[in-house]
């Protein structure tokens, strides 16, 4: 029985992997002005993350790039644009000080209305639909829209978790 769990984990990764070159690969023919960025992390296969960064690798679970490839394609490359994203605007390297919860809310609202803004059909998402409302109340009451923005405007409304 392990070596039958054996080979489907052995066979996922290998697929997961193909699935993220894919992707990459997409990525850099459709923002070659990108090109150094996107391809300058590894992928590291962690079985603890979903998709994530430290700013020098890109960790996946296998499962999670399948169930989300599965669902749809598109969304694998948006993933890790959104990944690529957070580094390009630093919100890693903020201080401990912050709430951490509300921070990483308010990096991903950020990052993905920065990724909406490119209107590329490569990055087309079911959520972007979802995401718009929230997105058009967050331009009529911040204007421009970055983490700090909408971190202190999630602060100031004492918005919780």
Known sequence: MDNVKEEKQI???SLAKDILTLARNSLIVNFRFLDRAISCAPFVCDD????ATDGENIYYSPWFILHIYKAEQKCV???ILHCLF???FRHNLMEQKLDMPRWDLACDIA???AINQLRSPALHAA???RQQATIAMLEDKL???TAERVYKWLGDMEISE
């Open 11 to 13: 066979l996922a990764e």
């Open 127 to 129: 959520r972007e639909v």
């Open 86 to 88: 957070h580094c390009v």
């Open 143 to 145: 204007g421009l829209i």
């Open 48 to 51: 603890n993350v979903s998709l």
């Open 77 to 79: 490359a948006r993933d």
């Open 111 to 113: 990052v993905e209305h």
